[in-house]
């Protein structure tokens, strides 16, 4: 359907609305609200009677979320179907037939569908520096969530992962505007193609609209302290680069930034959103965030307040999410005149915009399991993506690859465990629940004795917590040439993974020194969302793998690239820190190395080694002077130095020397990955646009300002100006 015949669908459906019906298209709520209660334990899921009371009676637009019944767990696809399907009858019976939009959390994948096909988190996307693995994610995402009869996907994570204790760093592309912004939107892009109403796409939602990414203690949802210079340099540019993209919405932070909350910043939701970024489609809100302008921010004296407050913000749909409160209190809004009826308009032509966009008023039949649901070659694209998102950090002495035949004593709370290679949103919301992983699926440890020619020993427990035997680690020691020591984090999402400090455990810690003290060398593996310091161990260590989240194959890459089967390629999407308060990032202010201050991070942004070595030469620039508005071509040659076949991103940064605004040291602008034989080069071509040299000056304007610029590329520096 075109814009045009979509815009005048809308106004005629419009026309039809009472005031009621308009703000249940407003009203999302939780399975819950439509579920049997969870101790019933019932064959089928959804309470007829209460379906009928949300969306008849209450017109709700929108559902989300998995069943409670008995858990909040992910559903066999089938089971999928039918509630999808009964929702939409449901959806049928009303007056105007208006389809309910139902959406989930398929992060990584189609969280909630049993035996989906599940990604590395974005973390480790980012670590690939392919953005072709994201945009084939997003494909065989998009197809797995419709194949369930879902429609809507909360995904992609558009903040910036910039404050490491944050627990949602895994769920960001990393600390880099540039490469979450072309992971991001290659994810988008293959999600929603170039028509989001295709039976194999879903409308993506960009999160969590702005800021939210950046606590300034670190814990989930408590306060960002964001001036508008760095909120437009650092945190608005991923979200303009998504609505470019096609994202029709857009989910709000659930935090504050500088006072405001997310659910009651009109400038953020309004001025901004609307105004310069150009959105067209709905935002919505996150979980209960409406009510908590009242009953935990004290913004508002009241809930009706709390209400009129985020809709007048910007608000278009309400994540209420258990209850009519939304409902009943903004149709009161409007009828005492707090609320313009203008305002309900508003939103809901932007909802019923995207529903019909959605092509939701015009099913067509669901695809077929077998030939769209994860198919081997989804699967496969996962183990590659596993594989490029996994980060060699150190390799003294060519410790790895091991050999087939080597006698590997393995140990860890991470190394038995499927949840430790996915983290949260999976199977479940914190996806800990390790009895509901698939049974095929490979721990490290399974994949490693699946490969291995020598003896495999495994000291460990069966949960994360366990208690391990530091002694019979020792004595085992003594029969294996290496250790394999697995650590890390236990799956956790949003606030309930807060912490107090990076620094590991004093269990993992003493089973680290255990290890080490064995004399024999020890690889150490970490997985989890955040890099927990590991600066000591790792010293000692002969090789150190960051595996992060690298999801549901994660296990099988991680032994492919232990055995050399495959040829580590990963590159740090972060600064991984040396100390737990060592928060600097790669793109530091001049400030921040100057006098005693020091860069210094256990491992660089962009670090990760490879079995090969590679060498970038010959970098120029095509005019040592450009134009103000000019593009600036940059070429340098990547040769494979080594002895075997990998793939290496090349990145490039630049630098601008001086300007009235402090400068990073340097910034990524662009960067392009590419597999070379031995001995093999390439010539490669970048084009950096004004864009890639501007900031934000004084005025919060995007400037790029005349002077001199720097380019970096390995170990090459050249310069150019930019003249009037
Ligand atoms: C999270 C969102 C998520 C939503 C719906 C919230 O608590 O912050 O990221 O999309 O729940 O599950």
């Given at each position: 359907?075109?814009?045009?015949?979509?815009?005048?669908?809308?106004?005629?459906?419009?026309?039809?609305?009472?005031?009621?019906?308009?703000?249940?298209?407003?009203?999302?709520?939780?399975?819950?609200?439509?579920?049997?209660?969870?101790?019933?334990?019932?064959?089928?899921?959804?309470?007829?009677?209460?379906?009928?009371?949300?969306?008849?009676?209450?017109?709700?637009?929108?559902?989300?979320?998995?069943t409670f019944t008995p858990d909040n767990k992910a559903q066999s696809i089938d089971t999928w179907r039918k509630m999808?399907?009964?929702?939409?009858?449901?959806?049928?019976?009303?007056?105007?037939?208006?389809?309910?939009?139902?959406?989930?959390?398929?992060?990584?994948?189609?969280?909630?569908?049993?035996?989906?096909?599940?990604?590395?988190?974005?973390i480790n996307m980012a670590a690939t520096f392919n953005a072709d693995l994201a945009f084939k994610e997003g494909e065989?995402?998009?197809?797995?969530?419709?194949?369930?009869?879902?429609?809507?996907?909360?995904?992609?994570?558009?903040?910036?992962?910039?404050?490491?204790?944050?627990?949602?760093?895994?769920?960001?592309?990393?600390?880099?505007?540039?490469?979450?912004?072309?992971?991001?939107?290659?994810?988008?892009?293959?999600?929603?193609?170039?028509?989001?109403?295709?039976?194999?796409?879903?409308?993506?939602?960009?999160?969590?609209?702005?800021?939210?990414?950046?606590?300034?203690?670190?814990?989930?949802?408590?306060?960002?302290?964001?001036?508008?210079?760095?909120?437009?340099?650092?945190?608005?540019?991923?979200?303009?680069?998504?609505?470019?993209?096609?994202?029709?919405?857009?989910?709000?932070?659930?935090?504050?930034?500088?006072?405001?909350?997310?659910?009651?910043?009109?400038?953020?939701?309004?001025?901004?959103?609307?105004?310069?970024?150009?959105?067209?489609?709905?935002?919505?809100?996150?979980?209960?965030?409406?009510?908590?302008?009242?009953?935990?921010?004290?913004?508002?004296?009241?809930?009706?307040?709390?209400?009129?407050?985020?809709?007048?913000?910007?608000?278009?749909?309400?994540?209420?999410?258990?209850?009519?409160?939304?409902?009943?209190?903004?149709?009161?809004?409007?009828?005492?005149?707090?609320?313009?009826?203008?305002?309900?308009?508003?939103?809901?032509?932007?909802?019923?915009?995207?529903?019909?966009?959605?092509?939701?008023?015009?099913?067509?039949?669901?695809?077929?399991?077998?030939?769209?649901?994860?198919?081997?070659?989804?699967?496969?694209?996962?183990?590659?993506?596993?594989?490029?998102?996994?980060?060699?950090?150190?390799?003294?002495?060519?410790?790895?690859?091991?050999?087939?035949?080597?006698?590997?004593?393995?140990?860890?709370?991470?190394?038995?465990?499927?949840?430790?290679?996915?983290?949260?949103?999976?199977?479940?919301?914190?996806?800990?629940?390790?009895?509901?992983?698939?049974?095929?699926?490979?721990?490290?440890?399974?994949?490693?004795?699946?490969?291995?020619?020598?003896?495999?020993?495994?000291?460990?427990?069966?949960?994360?917590?366990?208690?391990?035997?530091?002694?019979?680690?020792?004595?085992?020691?003594?029969?294996?040439?290496?250790?394999?020591?697995?650590?890390?984090?236990?799956?956790?999402?949003?606030?309930?993974?807060?912490?107090?400090?990076?620094?590991?455990?004093?269990?993992?810690?003493?089973?680290?020194?255990?290890?080490?003290?064995?004399?024999?060398?020890?690889?150490?593996?970490?997985?989890?969302?955040?890099?927990?310091?590991?600066?000591?161990?790792?010293?000692?260590?002969?090789?150190?793998?960051?595996?992060?989240?690298?999801?549901?194959?994660?296990?099988?890459?991680?032994?492919?690239?232990?055995?050399?089967?495959?040829?580590?390629?990963?590159?740090?999407?972060?600064?991984?820190?040396?100390?737990?308060?060592?928060?600097?990032?790669?793109?530091?202010?001049?400030?921040?190395?100057?006098?005693?201050?020091?860069?210094?991070?256990?491992?660089?942004?962009?670090?990760?080694?490879?079995?090969?070595?590679?060498?970038?030469?010959?970098?120029?620039?095509?005019?040592?002077?450009?134009?103000?508005?000019?593009n600036v071509i940059v070429t340098v040659t990547i040769k494979n130095t080594g002895t075997i076949t990998g793939k290496?991103?090349?990145?490039?940064?630049?630098?601008?020397?001086?300007?009235?605004?402090?400068?990073?040291?340097?910034?990524?602008?662009?960067?392009?990955?590419?597999?070379?034989?031995?001995?093999?080069?390439?010539?490669?071509?970048?084009?950096?646009?004004?864009?890639?040299?501007?900031?934000?000056?004084?005025?919060?304007?995007?400037?790029?300002?005349?002077?001199?610029?720097?380019?970096?590329?390995?170990?090459?520096?050249?310069?150019?100006?930019?003249?009037?």
């Amino acid at each position: 359907m075109s814009a045009q015949e979509i815009e005048n669908k809308v106004k005629i459906l419009m026309a039809q609305m009472t005031l009621e019906e308009k703000v249940g298209q407003m009203t999302q709520v939780d399975f819950t609200v439509i579920g049997v209660p969870k101790e019933q334990n019932a064959e089928d899921q959804i309470d007829p009677v209460k379906l009928e009371d949300a969306v008849v009676k209450h017109h709700v637009g929108s559902i989300l979320n998995t069943t409670f019944t008995p858990d909040n767990k992910a559903q066999s696809i089938d089971t999928w179907r039918k509630m999808t399907s009964t929702v939409q009858d449901a959806a049928a019976k009303t007056r105007l037939k208006i389809p309910v939009i139902y959406g989930i959390d398929a992060i990584h994948g189609a969280t909630y569908t049993q035996n989906s096909v599940l990604f590395p988190q974005a973390i480790n996307m980012a670590a690939t520096f392919n953005a072709d693995l994201a945009f084939k994610e997003g494909e065989i995402t998009a197809r797995e969530v419709r194949a369930s009869g879902l429609q809507w996907n909360f995904s992609t994570v558009m903040d910036i992962g910039r404050q490491p204790l944050w627990p949602r760093l895994w769920e960001t592309f990393g600390e880099d505007v540039h490469l979450a912004t072309v992971m991001g939107t290659s994810y988008i892009k293959g999600h929603q193609g170039d028509d989001f109403s295709a039976v194999n796409k879903a409308p993506t939602c960009l999160k969590h609209y702005v800021g939210y990414s950046y606590p300034l203690n670190g814990k989930d949802r408590t306060p960002a302290w964001i001036g508008e210079r760095a909120l437009r340099e650092y945190f608005l540019p991923t979200f303009a680069a998504g609505i470019n993209a096609g994202s029709p919405t857009v989910m709000v932070n659930s935090a504050e930034v500088d006072g405001i909350p997310g659910h009651a910043n009109h400038h953020y939701l309004t001025t901004i959103l609307r105004g310069e970024l150009g959105f067209k489609g709905f935002t919505v809100s996150d979980w209960e965030d409406i009510k908590r302008l009242y009953t935990r921010d004290k913004m508002a004296a009241s809930e009706k307040e709390a209400v009129k407050i985020a809709v007048m913000a910007g608000i278009d749909m309400s994540m209420v999410p258990f209850d009519f409160s939304f409902y009943d209190l903004l149709i009161e809004l409007v009828k005492t005149g707090e609320v313009p009826l203008s305002r309900i308009d508003e939103a809901v032509s932007r909802i019923l915009t995207v529903k019909y966009q959605a092509g939701l008023f015009e099913p067509k039949p669901l695809l077929d399991i077998a030939e769209n649901f994860a198919t081997a070659e989804a699967i496969a694209t996962n183990r590659q993506a596993a594989r490029e998102s996994i980060v060699l950090a150190k390799n003294d002495h060519n410790i790895l690859p091991l050999k087939k035949d080597a006698n590997i004593l393995v140990t860890g709370p991470t190394a038995n465990l499927l949840s430790a290679l996915n983290g949260g949103w999976t199977i479940t919301w914190q996806g800990a629940a390790e009895h509901l992983y698939p049974q095929e699926k490979l721990t490290v440890l399974a994949a490693i004795q699946n490969k291995a020619g020598g003896k495999v020993t495994f000291v460990g427990g069966e949960s994360f917590d366990a208690k391990i035997d530091l002694q019979k680690v020792v004595e085992e020691a003594k029969n294996h040439d290496v250790i394999l020591l697995s650590l890390g984090e236990q799956p956790y999402t949003e606030t309930v993974g807060n912490i107090e400090s990076l620094n590991l455990g004093q269990a993992q810690v003493d089973l680290a020194q255990a290890a080490l003290a064995t004399g024999k060398p020890v690889i150490l593996l970490t997985l989890g969302g955040r890099p927990r310091i590991i600066t000591q161990i790792s010293e000692l260590a002969s090789g150190v793998i960051l595996g992060f989240l690298p999801g549901m194959e994660g296990g099988e890459a991680i032994a492919d690239i232990l055995f050399g089967d495959y040829n580590p390629n990963g590159k740090l999407p972060i600064s991984y820190p040396r100390n737990t308060n060592g928060i600097v990032p790669y793109d530091y202010k001049p400030i921040e190395s100057f006098e005693i201050n020091t860069y210094n991070p256990l491992y660089p942004f962009g670090h990760g080694l490879s079995y090969t070595t590679f060498e970038t030469s010959g970098l120029k620039v095509e005019k040592d002077k450009v134009k103000l508005g000019e593009n600036v071509i940059v070429t340098v040659t990547i040769k494979n130095t080594g002895t075997i076949t990998g793939k290496e991103a090349v990145l490039v940064y630049i630098n601008d020397v001086a300007a009235s605004v402090t400068r990073p040291n340097k910034q990524l602008k662009a960067f392009k990955k590419v597999e070379l034989n031995p001995g093999q080069s390439q010539a490669l071509s970048f084009t950096l646009t004004p864009h890639d040299l501007s900031f934000i000056g004084v005025d919060l304007k995007r400037i790029v300002e005349p002077g001199d610029f720097k380019v970096l590329v390995g170990n090459e520096t050249v310069g150019f100006t930019v003249i009037k």
